[in-house]
């Protein structure tokens, strides 16, 4: 894997000061949207990558919830609450729980992939929803959250998670970059263009699969955790097929180009959805799907394509990114 610092991985950590900024002088609702944003958007960078290698996985809730369910779990049974330890949680399980799940799952390609994907998602829906000491289908709520030992309570400690939120997520992000760059990355591209010549150059498909699935299920667990924590309460919704579907729409109408891309796409969604519930609280789905259709059409490659498009026409974009982008 490559050790030098990119364009991307420089801008993340240029975006990072100014993202903790924001809560300084943004209305508190804007912040609240970037805030959950930014949990979802590390789900939709799961998905992205596995997109990278062919597979789209519509059950990527499955880990959003492990991850939630595990930090509300040891908040509510074990009476942890320090936020660095309930991420260590959610990532542990989401690892433990995708390389089972990853000897299943490794096997199969596009439709059976997806769908494969959303039956285990559902089969952990249908289980939480009929649990009632987890609260069934209202789930429960988290515990307020501390920094070894620290219990910020107000605007500080909205202010201390939502940095520690952006800050995992930057984390996050660059980590992912690397691995799109290192020879998995490229390993992954050569298996959603011709997974038969892969194997033919001595190089097994499968594990290759079975790794991306486990990074982006720790990755998804990640931001199931900040979600959960942001909002201060789990439910079976995380893992329920419309939720997953969203991770799934976050990336198409994104775009696969850059590990940026999900990230932004998430906020426009959330952004979006709140207008078009204000302006048709009974149809608002319709105009999500009219954005998609739209996207798809003029945009199959995403919202990112637009802007691989301004750097060919100005020729500031190698063509070796231009390549990886399309």
């Known amino acids: 894997m490559t050790k030098s ?3 991307t991985e420089w801008g993340l950590m240029v975006a990072l000061p100014v993202l903790i900024c924001l809560i300084f002088v943004l209305p508190a609702w804007v912040v609240n949207y970037v805030q959950v944003s ?7 960078l799961g998905v992205t990558i596995q997109m990278r290698a062919g597979l789209v996985s519509f059950g990527q809730g499955l880990f959003f919830c492990v991850g939630g369910y595990s930090a509300g779990l040891a908040g509510k049974f074990l009476g942890i609450s320090d936020v660095f330890l309930l991420l260590v949680l959610g990532l542990v399980s989401g690892i433990l729980i995708s390389f089972v799940l990853g000897f299943l799952l490794r096997r199969y390609r596009e439709i059976f992939f997806a769908m494969l994907s959303l039956a285990v998602s559902m089969i952990l829906f249908g289980l939480l929803s009929s649990t009632e000491e987890l609260g069934s289908t209202d789930g429960f709520n988290l515990p307020q959250a501390t920094y070894f030992g620290w219990a910020p309570e107000g605007d500080t400690g909205k202010t201390m998670l939502y940095a520690v939120t952006c800050v995992v997520t930057v984390i996050w992000a660059i980590a992912l970059n690397r691995i799109l760059r290192s020879p998995l990355g490229y390993i992954n591209e050569a298996i959603r263009e011709n997974e038969l010549r892969v194997e033919y150059l001595g190089t097994s498909a499968r594990q290759a699969v079975h790794v991306t699935y486990v990074i982006a299920a720790a990755v998804s667990a990640t931001g199931g955790v900040l979600w959960a924590m942001a909002l201060g309460h789990v439910d079976p919704e995380m893992t329920n097929w419309t939720t997953s579907g969203q ?13 940026v891309a999900p990230l932004i796409g998430t906020f426009i969604l959330e952004i979006v959805r709140v207008y078009a519930v204000e302006v048709s609280p009974n149809t608002w789905q319709m ?3 009219t954005l998609m ?4 059409v003029f945009l199959p490659k995403g919202l990112w394509s637009l802007m691989n498009t301004a750097k060919k ?6 063509a070796a990114e231009a390549v990886a982008g399309e």
């Open 247 to 259: 991770f799934v729409f976050v990336s198409i109408l994104a775009g696969t180009g850059n590990i």
């Open 5 to 7: 610092f990119d364009k």
């Open 38 to 44: 930014l949990g979802t958007g590390l789900v939709a």
């Open 313 to 318: 026409k100005t020729g500031t974009v190698p």
């Open 287 to 289: 105009i999500l799907g």
């Open 293 to 296: 259709l739209l996207t798809i």
